[in-house]
């Protein structure tokens, strides 16, 4: 009789179903390997204010959430509502939780973060409809759009054709992606302890998804 593992619970929230899509499928397919250390409970909540988020989860131990959202573009629209959403990230420290919550951006968004995980991709694009044509490639899909892409049969599809090797394989290239940036001497930004890239492509998704495969030994 095999032995029973422990569960691991992580807290999330996300600003759209494409990213509680993946977390459900990553949760599941961690769970169906036989090698993984641990069992995983991934909380995630369809949430863009992560303060609301931090007030909803009742907890009294410390306590990690990581937040995932874009940054869609480097138009002011686009600046002010990721450093409106850094402010919210830090004020929830001061709810008295034991809150840390972590950073969990993409530079321009989530697509980025799935392209990685079947191809190399350090193309600096000026829009976030252009992330269409390496999706299409990277899964052999055929989207006309990026909404048809995300609609839940089709982003479900292209889930079914990634495994936990590709997941590896997507952390690795994201630090690649990071490292490139600073041996290219971009400017790293530090706002409120949040350090990131404004410049494209860039993203800090993989390291949340790095610590799970490490605490279960899978990494």
């Given at each position: 009789?095999?032995?029973?593992?422990?569960?691991?619970k992580?807290?999330?929230?996300?600003?759209?179903?494409?990213?509680?899509?993946?977390?459900?499928?990553?949760q599941?397919?961690?769970?169906?390997?036989?090698?993984?250390?641990?069992?995983?409970?991934?909380?995630?909540?369809?949430?863009?204010?992560?303060l609301?988020?931090?007030?909803?989860?009742?907890?009294?131990q410390?306590?990690?959430?990581?937040?995932?959202?874009?940054?869609?573009?480097?138009?002011?629209?686009?600046?002010?509502?990721?450093?409106?959403?850094?402010?919210?990230?830090?004020?929830?420290?001061?709810?008295?939780?034991?809150?840390?919550?972590?950073?969990?951006?993409?530079?321009?968004?989530?697509?980025l973060?799935?392209?990685?995980?079947?191809?190399?991709?350090?193309?600096?694009?000026?829009?976030?409809?252009?992330?269409?044509?390496?999706?299409?490639?990277?899964?052999?899909?055929?989207?006309?759009e990026?909404?048809?892409?995300?609609?839940?049969?089709?982003?479900r599809?292209?889930?079914?054709?990634?495994?936990?090797?590709?997941?590896?394989?997507?952390?690795?290239?994201s630090?690649?992606?990071?490292?490139?940036?600073?041996?290219?001497?971009?400017?790293?930004?530090?706002?409120?302890?949040?350090?990131?890239?404004?410049?494209?492509?860039?993203?800090?998704?993989?390291?949340?998804?790095?610590?799970?495969?490490?605490?279960?030994?899978?990494?």
């Amino acid at each position: 009789m095999s032995k029973m593992k422990n569960t691991r619970k992580y807290y999330f929230s996300v600003e759209g179903e494409t990213e509680d899509w993946y977390l459900e499928w990553l949760q599941k397919i961690i769970n169906s390997e036989p090698s993984a250390r641990f069992k995983i409970s991934l909380d995630s909540k369809i949430e863009k204010n992560p303060l609301k988020r931090a007030k909803s989860i009742p907890i009294t131990q410390k306590t990690e959430i990581t937040h995932f959202f874009d940054c869609e573009s480097n138009d002011a629209v686009h600046t002010k509502q990721f450093i409106a959403t850094l402010n919210l990230l830090k004020d929830t420290s001061k709810l008295g939780k034991q809150i840390k919550y972590n950073l969990g951006y993409s530079n321009f968004t989530f697509e980025l973060w799935m392209v990685l995980h079947k191809i190399d991709f350090n193309t600096i694009l000026t829009h976030r409809r252009q992330y269409l044509k390496p999706i299409n490639k990277a899964f052999g899909e055929n989207s006309s759009e990026l909404d048809q892409y995300k609609q839940k049969v089709n982003f479900r599809r292209v889930l079914s054709k990634i495994s936990l090797v590709e997941v590896r394989a997507a952390i690795a290239r994201s630090k690649g992606i990071m490292q490139r940036n600073k041996e290219n001497g971009f400017t790293m930004n530090e706002y409120k302890g949040y350090q990131y890239y404004m410049s494209n492509p860039c993203l800090s998704v993989w390291e949340s998804i790095e610590k799970i495969l490490k605490d279960c030994d899978l990494l």
